[in-house]
């Protein structure tokens, strides 16, 4: 099982280098061998919908639309539901780091009772989303086949939660290659899987926009089994798989703990993942050129922040381990380092966005309108970088400290008191200054997350004085 072994002998031993030097490189080997798997996993994901828009697209437009207004509803509450047991890697992380791995299978036993409650609840909250479609379009057609979208969606529920718990526990190891190399099957099986439900191949009806739920349900299935295989068929887990999924009473009071901990972390991506979705409504009216142009510079966003989720996902884990273990040196040590990782990657992407804008938009569209709208909205974009990489990574720190409930409250603050007006007033509005269109939706992103930046470094500092006290 080289595939689960090989990174934790590197990711999870403490540094060894003095706290005086601004990069250890235990620590950065570390940090990358966590963040690099993580960040080839979550583009496959992104590469997932890709394929869905691309393939419904080729079966029509209103089966184009079908998904969109399907994924509309889907993907706010999924990421919110599955945010809460993003908890469980950190905690595992710091059980390690404790020396208390004897609790870890009591820990993963009672987040699989977790997940079950949030499968229902989940499951529910599509269901009562799959029938505000017939309010949304006058489309008769199109509501049915957005609603029969989300419906093929719900049959993937269970384990769409479920691999959240197991992912974490391979996380808390420091091994993040098991998501990545199961991102990579899904992505595989994704075309065909696509071709065969959605345009009917094989004999199978053709289900149109729909089939694409039914793909993505099927796929969440075959990764949560490969998880929990791996599990069982590896020495070090084998024993965790077995106390996991074995038939025993719930300990309420883990179980209410890990809720507790990981509820501001679902409320925390609803109000961020809600606040993108709004501006987008914002600006609807305003015409199909200024949707188009906007739809690309959100989603070439979308990409680029995949790398500092990453490094804060592997922050959390890192700093879980050191805080369980009591390791004040070897915490600071990882904090310089993973803060001078973050600035020199957000260069980097800074400078490639704005010297390629234009080839990077030639990309997703050949209307010249659009690319040449779009290209001043990714200028926008490449300085919304720095203060969205600084509220990623220390939001990850703050998981790793398990401080969660600030993040809930720094989100709703920064995002709906302060980004959702700004964002109207700039974008509909002579206000301020002159209604400035999509790229006053960009200027709110900027000051709500520059300001989120800054409460959550205020707060991490202050925590990191209260985990390590002496």
Request: with cysteine; hydrophobic share 55%; proline share 5%.
């Amino acid at each position: 099982m080289n595939l689960l072994m090989m990174p934790s002998a590197t990711t999870l031993s403490a540094p060894s280098s003095t706290p005086k030097k601004w990069v250890d490189w235990k620590e950065l080997r570390g940090l990358l061998a966590l963040m690099l798997p993580l960040y080839v996993a979550n583009l496959m994901h992104i590469g997932m919908g890709v394929i869905d828009t691309i393939i419904a697209g080729v079966a029509g437009p209103v089966e184009l639309a079908a998904v969109a207004l399907g994924t509309s509803v889907t993907a706010p509450i999924m990421v919110a539901v599955g945010a809460v047991l993003t908890i469980v890697g950190p905690m595992v992380s710091r059980m390690r780091g404790a020396g208390a791995e004897n609790k870890i299978g009591l820990l993963l036993n009672n987040a699989k009772a977790l997940a079950c409650v949030l499968m229902v609840v989940e499951a529910l909250a599509l269901y009562a989303g799959s029938l505000i479609f017939h309010w949304v379009t006058p489309d008769p057609v199109l509501a049915e086949k957005a609603a029969l979208y989300v419906w093929f969606m719900i049959l993937g529920v269970p384990a769409s939660v479920l691999l959240r718990a197991l992912q974490g526990n391979f996380e808390g190891y420091g091994q993040t290659r098991p998501a990545m190399v199961l991102a990579f099957a899904g992505l595989a099986l994704n075309v065909p899987l696509n071709y065969v439900f959605v345009l009917g191949y094989f004999g199978a009806p053709a289900l149109g926009g729909a089939g694409c739920g039914l793909a993505t349900a099927i796929i969440h299935w075959i990764i949560v089994l490969g998880l929990a295989l791996l599990m069982f068929a590896s020495r070090q887990h084998r024993l965790h798989a077995l106390q996991m999924f074995a038939n025993r009473c719930p300990d309420f009071s883990l179980c209410g703990r890990i809720f507790r901990l990981g509820l501001p972390l679902g409320i925390a991506s609803l109000c961020e993942l809600g606040f993108f979705c709004v501006v987008m409504l914002i600006i609807a009216p305003l015409g199909e050129l200024m949707v188009s142009a906007q739809q690309v510079a959100i989603n070439v966003s979308g990409v680029i922040f995949m790398l500092p989720l990453s490094l804060g996902v592997a922050a959390s884990i890192r700093a879980a381990y050191h805080v369980g273990g009591k390791r004040k040196q070897a915490f600071d040590a990882m904090v310089r380092t993973v803060c001078v990782l973050t600035f020199f990657l957000v260069l980097a992407v800074m400078a490639l966005s704005i010297i390629f804008r234009r080839d990077i938009v030639s990309l997703y569209t050949d209307s010249a309108c659009v690319v040449d709208l779009a290209q001043h909205l990714i200028l926008l974009c490449a300085f919304y970088q720095l203060p969205d990489a600084i509220q990623a990574l220390f939001s990850g720190l703050l998981r790793g400290c398990h401080d969660t409930r600030v993040i809930t409250l720094i989100n709703l603050s920064c995002y709906w008191l302060v980004g959702f007006p700004l964002a109207y007033l700039l974008v509909r509005t002579d206000w301020i200054v002159p209604a400035m269109g999509p790229a006053g939706a960009w200027v709110s992103f900027i000051v709500a997350l520059s300001l989120a930046a800054i409460l959550f470094l205020c707060r991490f500092l202050r925590t990191r004085r209260k985990s390590f006290p002496h």
